[in-house]
């Protein structure tokens, strides 16, 4: 299982948890299989992201260690500036929470 912001969601993926309205209730649940059409109904429920069944690391192929490669080297020549330090820290968090990570990272030197 792996959680997914709502803007990357595809048709075709499977939900892994329900997923419910403010109140509580079930709008989907798990095993559904999202479409063009339920795809606009979760971007209109205001959800940040959902758990869709698959694993973890499945980003586009890449693992965890190659996204934040990735990071680090497109922030390399900001590196000094700490408001730009700190959207780095805010983004890795944010990919270490959707590959299925639950602790935080240290800061990571950029080379």
């Given at each position: ?33 999202l ?66 990570v ?10």
């Amino acid at each position: 299982m792996r959680r997914v912001v709502i803007e990357e969601l595809t048709p075709g993926m499977i939900l892994a948890k329900p997923v419910t309205n403010a109140a509580g209730l079930v709008v989907l649940p798990s095993g559904a299989e999202l479409d063009e059409a339920t795809l606009p109904r979760l971007q209109r429920l205001g959800l940040a992201s959902v758990f869709i069944e698959g694993e973890a690391g499945d980003a586009g192929g890449k693992t965890l260690s190659e996204l934040e490669a990735e990071l680090d080297h497109r922030f390399r020549l900001v590196s000094n500036d700490p408001i730009q330090r700190q959207l780095l820290e805010a983004i890795r968090l944010h990919l270490r929470t959707t590959h299925g990570v639950s602790e935080s990272p240290g800061p990571t030197p950029i080379s």
